[in-house]
């Protein structure tokens, strides 16, 4: 049974960093896509960050780059998120995706994990 786990989040004011962490597990996931969404308050998911098998391997949400870094540990099956100069419009439930995607920010992913909450004070 596939299983999809993020950890990491908590409450932190305006200016911190957190770092997020997703791991996959019970099957391979060879050239499966992770990916980070987030859902805030009255807001549709969106897209965050993502890394590809494929060329140039991350991708990032405007609102995002130059702040979050996602990385791998492929032995691992984990994914994570660093986050520094965090906003409060940064604040969301966010989502860990895998799966075998043309499209890094659709929402095509074929596992997802439960969420977790990150929460940016003013």
């Known amino acids: 049974q596939v299983q999809v786990v993020e950890s990491g989040g908590g409450l932190v004011q305006a200016g911190g960093s957190l770092k997020l962490s997703c791991a996959a597990s019970?099957?391979?996931?060879?050239?499966?896509?992770m990916s980070w969404f987030r859902q805030a308050p009255g807001k549709e998911r969106e897209f965050v960050a993502g890394f590809s098998w494929k060329s140039p391997y991350t991708y990032y949400a405007d609102s995002v780059k130059g702040r979050f870094t996602i990385s791998t540990d492929n032995a691992k099956n984990t994914v994570y998120l660093q986050m520094n100069s965090l906003k409060p419009e940064d604040t969301a439930v966010y989502y860990c995706a895998v799966g075998r995607v043309r499209d890094l920010s659709k929402e095509d992913y074929e596992y997802w994990g439960q969420g977790t909450q990150v929460t940016v004070s003013p």
């Open positions: 019970g099957r391979t996931f060879i050239g499966y896509a």
